[in-house]
């Protein structure tokens, strides 16, 4: 059984940068679509970005600017940075696998557990 | 901005047949599949139905889908009291260089 699990730290300063790693466990890494989503505090979903296991990218155009998303193969795992962070990011973030079935990204089938992480001073 | 729109909740009764809607335009919805995903309270999102209208392993056949031109629903008949989640459709939108997108978002309550 796939699993995903973010981690990273839980409060980040305003104008700092995010950083969350996700570990995807019980299945390859290669073949699919490695998403960031995240969900303000009581508020809808939000897709961040993806990266391929081909390396390649695409972001959020409204988060483009500020974000990264990088994959380490060798050690299973993808990785978020949001830079200048407001209190707007402050949000559950998710890391999630996408199958590539037939579409970009296709069905979004394995989720992490999510993350907070809340941007304060 | 989510560019799917959903009416915030929805509400029925055991037994009865609850009806979420998703609107959207031609960049995402009307050239793209459309998926659902279900929330329950306190838990990351759950694949609920893909590519228009197949449902994973494990999900009821009491949950159905319908798509027109630019808009798609969600039903839930025979509701349940686990069925109180908020339920999000999603598309890729070909829009911007290609991105996905999430519904508004839906909670649905069983009364």
């Known amino acids: 059984q796939v699993q995903l699990q973010e981690s990273g730290p839980g409060l980040v300063k305003p104008s700092e940068t995010l950083s969350l790693t996700c570990s995807v466990s019980?299945?390859?890494?290669?073949?699919?679509?490695w998403n960031w989503i995240r969900q303000p505090p009581g508020k809808g979903l939000e897709w961040i970005g993806y990266i391929y296991y081909s390396g390649s990218t695409n972001y959020n155009p409204s988060l483009k600017s500020r974000v990264t998303i990088l994959l380490d193969t060798s050690k299973s795992q993808f990785s978020l940075k949001l830079n200048s962070v407001t209190a707007a990011d402050t949000a559950i973030y998710f890391c999630?696998?996408?199958?590539?079935?037939?579409?970009?990204?296709?069905?979004?089938?394995?989720w992490g557990q999510g993350t907070l992480v809340t941007v304060s001073s | 901005q989510s560019v799917l729109t959903q009416p915030p909740s929805a509400s029925g009764t055991p037994g009865q047949r609850v009806t979420i809607s998703c609107s959207g335009s031609s960049s995402n919805i009307g050239s793209n599949y459309v998926y659902w995903y279900q929330q329950l309270p306190g838990t990351a999102p759950k694949l609920l139905i893909y590519?228009?209208?197949q449902r994973p392993s494990g999900v009821p056949d009491r949950f159905s889908v319908s798509k027109s031109a630019t808009s798609a629903s969600l039903a839930i008949s025979g509701l349940r009291s686990e069925d109180e989640a908020d339920y999000y459709c999603a598309a890729w939108d070909d829009s911007l260089s290609g991105h996905y997108v999430f519904g508004t978002g839906t909670k649905v309550t069983v009364l």
């Open positions: 019980g299945g390859s890494i290669s073949s699919y679509y």
């Open positions: 999630a696998r996408g199958s590539g079935n037939y579409a970009p990204i296709g069905e979004i089938d394995y």
């Open positions: 590519r228009n209208n």
